[in-house]
């Protein structure tokens, strides 16, 4: 006999001690009872229940009769196929059925009969509850041990789609024998290695344990063979998950070890709330306090370790009962005092038979009257007229808490989650720690308390980690590993742009684009934005360099102003020059609108105006050029190109050439001019303030013109620089528009090849140097005559030629 279950034979019959004493429920009529043990065999079951329905009961309580049993409704029982055995032969009969043990609502759909009724919850919300466990603490490696029936596989096939749904992997599934043959040591060993060497090998940290009170004693008793000190070994390194129909007893020898090995376990157990005076009634259980109660002889002794002699029997025992024993001093893994959830079944089923017996009665007692009337006997009640009331019962019970078979036949409570704190002396507490309520609409409502929870001693009270191989950090994302199971896998860390924030991400997040990563790819830092400022030692610079040329170039024009009538400045179109000299102040001065944060007015301005004046600049030098070539042509005899020489000619070139370029730009600023814009990927953790150049072929068309330009006037220039004249400009302006030719060639591929901020540094620069180029070698050697050499600035040298 298992000595906690008898709990339930007394929750039984408290619950009818207190039906028979309240008059408010069947007043006219008593409640009685029969128990029968199945002792875990179908062939017991089955005799059980015939004997139940065909034998006349000898216990009634308040008095005794030889009259036939009316049985009207059965409880039971504890365990799945207990119950489906049981609903074989009572749904033949039409005999209601409460079962108060849990079990999967799927199995028994499809076995029960039409008066199956449940007093516990559907197992459903108990693989639900498992699940939210496990999420909450992150435990994706888990071992399962599940009791070898078909209980058992119900269990897998109800827990396995939800695991493989929310990334839980077993680590292992053995299956233990409910009854394990202790004689047979080739089966026994066999057993102990399937069980022991998963438990000590496997790296889960997280054992779920499905079955019942023998699967618990029989698990015991295995891991008590694979290794006498195993408590020592093992017990402070596994977390236990326990269902409902588990209950900590030990039987037998193992009633002197303890649950040590348990400490710090998670169980789920059916809801209970104990009535008022249910502890009160414990207390007045003695070894005769009930002649006819059959089990109290063989709990009694195996609960004290005692022989309960008869009382006429006059033979002295040392080891006789003394008759002070007392309930409450027995350890809990014996016997508990405090009411469990499947005694609260129990006692919730009593009553709900009773209402429904007191609803029947009700209804029929105006047909009672007509048959004594008419001096008839009234017919008695049976079994199927129960199914009626059963459907719709609904009441309180005496704690409060409401009962209802209205929806789906079953208890609307759902599970408690309780935490196992054991003792040096053997005894144990339960802890409420959380709960699953099967209230909700869609699905159970988990809780959980974490704080109240008492872990084993060697995670210091820490949470334990129950995972294939460690978690993934924040900055790494997972990858699986080939040939394993998918909660097995690698950490690599992020690619750059992206990040994880929290453990064990599948992927990587890419950070948004006014973000990057940090440094440890777990998290993003919001970019700064940066642009040539005038501020910063590159800006001030450029800036210098740009105003030390303006200024060299104004001086250079003050001098050619103030020298405009000697031959020097008279000799290659002076008005030209002066053109030339303006426009390269002013592209020294354009340089400095890349410079600054970009605006509105600066980006639409800066480009357009780059390319009008440096297109002017090259058409005075193209006219400048042409000039030269047509005066020498025109020297010969009989030529026909005298009336091309002159200011005319040169400024139409450089009129038209210009306008080309203004139509260019003008073209482009109305169509997509360019604005300011934020470039967010060219800089990896900064934000670019940068002009948008709106349409790119036009800003290489610009490009490509002032190409163009430079080339025919190289190609000219280099046509001419051999022509004999003292003041021949020709050589000068080769030597000029090469360098602007190749300072403007390697332009392109640089700026292409830059990024951020130094895109505008390469622009400035090649404006800079090739405005530079042609001041210099174009103006160098002039105002080197004008200031230093005046005697060769005369007509003279102008005339003579070279011998």
């Not at 408290?14 to 062939?43: K, M, W």
């Not at 929806?407 to 054991?422: D, S």
Request: net charge positive.
């Amino acid at each position: 006999m298992l000595t906690k279950y008898y709990q339930h034979v007394l929750a039984l019959v408290f619950a009818v001690d207190e039906i028979n004493q309240n008059p408010r429920i069947l007043p006219n009529a008593t409640l009685g009872f029969h128990i029968c043990d199945s002792y875990y065999s179908v062939q017991r079951t089955y005799r059980a229940t015939l004997h139940l329905l065909f034998q006349s009961s000898r216990y009634f309580p308040n008095y005794e009769c030889g009259i036939q049993k009316n049985v009207m409704a059965v409880i039971g029982g504890l365990s799945s196929d207990i119950s489906f055995h049981m609903a074989d032969i009572l749904g033949l009969y039409k005999i209601p059925q409460l079962a108060y043990g849990s079990f999967s609502q799927e199995e028994s759909y499809t076995r029960q009969s039409p008066l199956f009724y449940h007093l516990v919850p559907n197992e459903v919300h108990q693989c639900t509850g498992i699940m939210k466990l496990l999420q909450h603490f992150g435990w994706t490696w888990v071992g399962l041990f599940a009791v070898d029936d078909d209980s058992g596989d119900s269990f897998l096939q109800t827990l396995e789609p939800l695991f493989s749904q929310h990334g839980i992997c077993w680590a292992f599934t053995e299956r233990i024998p409910n009854q394990v043959n202790w004689h047979n040591l080739y089966d026994l060993y066999t057993v102990v290695s399937n069980i022991y060497l998963p438990f000590r090998e496997s790296k889960a940290s997280a054992f779920i344990f499905y079955g019942e009170s023998r699967t618990m004693i029989s698990l015991n008793g295995i891991l008590f063979l694979a290794g006498h000190n195993y408590t020592e070994k093992m017990s402070l390194r596994k977390v236990w998950i326990m269902t409902a129909q588990i209950d900590f007893a030990l039987t037998g020898l193992q009633r002197a070890w303890d649950f040590q090995f348990f400490q710090g376990a998670l169980s789920f157990r059916v809801h209970s709330n104990e009535p008022f005076e249910f502890h009160n009634f414990l207390k007045k259980v003695k070894p005769y306090w009930e002649p006819k109660d059959g089990f109290l002889k063989e709990f009694w002794e195996q609960a004290f370790g005692c022989s309960l002699l008869d009382p006429q029997d006059t033979e002295n025992d040392d080891a006789m009962c003394t008759g002070e024993e007392r309930l409450d001093r027995l350890p809990g893994h014996i016997f508990e005092m405090s009411m469990t959830g499947h005694s609260y079944s129990i006692y919730n089923a009593v009553y709900a038979t009773a209402h429904a017996l007191h609803a029947m009665h009700t209804s029929m007692s105006k047909y009672r009257k007509i048959f004594q009337s008419k001096r008839l006997q009234f017919p008695r009640f049976y079994p199927w007229q129960l199914h009626r009331f059963l459907q719709g019962i609904s009441f309180n019970n005496s704690v409060g808490e409401p009962v209802s078979l209205k929806k789906n036949r079953g208890m609307r409570h759902g599970f408690n989650i309780m935490n196992l704190v054991t003792f040096p002396n053997k005894t144990f507490v339960r802890v409420k720690v959380g709960s699953v309520n099967s209230n909700a609409a869609k699905e159970p409502v988990f809780v959980l308390h974490e704080e109240r929870i008492v872990w084993q001693t060697h995670f210091n009270q820490g949470r334990p980690i129950s995972v294939c191989n460690g978690y993934c950090h924040p900055g790494t994302q997972k990858k699986k590993k080939e040939g394993e199971k998918f909660c097995c896998y690698d950490c690599v860390p992020c690619p750059e742009g992206k990040i994880s924030s929290q453990q064990d991400m599948v992927n990587c997040i890419k950070c948004p684009e006014d973000q990057y990563s940090s440094k440890d790819k777990d998290g993003c830092i919001n970019k700064v934005i940066t642009f040539l400022a005038f501020e910063e030692p590159l800006g001030v610079g450029l800036a210098l360099l740009a105003v030390s040329c303006f200024l060299i170039t104004s001086f250079v024009l003050g001098v050619f102003i103030k020298n405009k009538d000697t031959p020097i400045v008279k000799a290659n179109n002076r008005d030209i020059t002066y053109v030339l000299l303006f426009s390269l102040l002013l592209c020294f001065l354009c340089s400095l609108l890349f410079l600054g944060k970009p605006s509105t007015v600066t980006c639409f301005i800066r480009q357009s105006a780059f390319g009008i004046v440096f297109s002017v600049a090259l058409s005075c030098v193209l006219a400048k050029t042409i000039t030269v070539v047509l005066a020498f042509m025109a020297t010969k005899p009989g030529s026909r190109l005298r009336k091309w020489v002159g200011k005319r000619l040169a400024n139409s070139i450089v009129l038209s050439c210009s306008l080309v370029q203004a139509g260019i730009c003008t073209v482009w600023l109305g169509t997509s001019p360019p604005f300011p814009d934020l470039d967010m990927h060219s800089v990896a953790k900064k934000t670019v303030a940068a002009c948008n150049e709106g349409s790119v072929v036009m800003f290489y068309i610009v490009l490509g013109y002032l190409g163009l330009l430079s080339l025919i006037s190289l190609a000219v220039a280099f046509f001419a620089r051999k022509l004999p004249n003292n003041f021949n400009e020709a050589k000068f302006i080769t030597f000029s528009m090469l360098i602007f030719c190749s300072v403007w060639m390697s332009f392109v591929p640089t700026y292409l090849s830059t990024k951020g901020k130094y895109m505008v540094v390469v622009e400035i620069f090649s404006i800079l140097a090739s405005s530079a180029a042609l001041l210099a070698w174009i103006f160098s050697i002039k105002c080197y005559i004008i200031l230093l050499r005046p005697d060769l600035n005369s007509r003279d040298q102008i005339i003579r030629r070279k011998n």
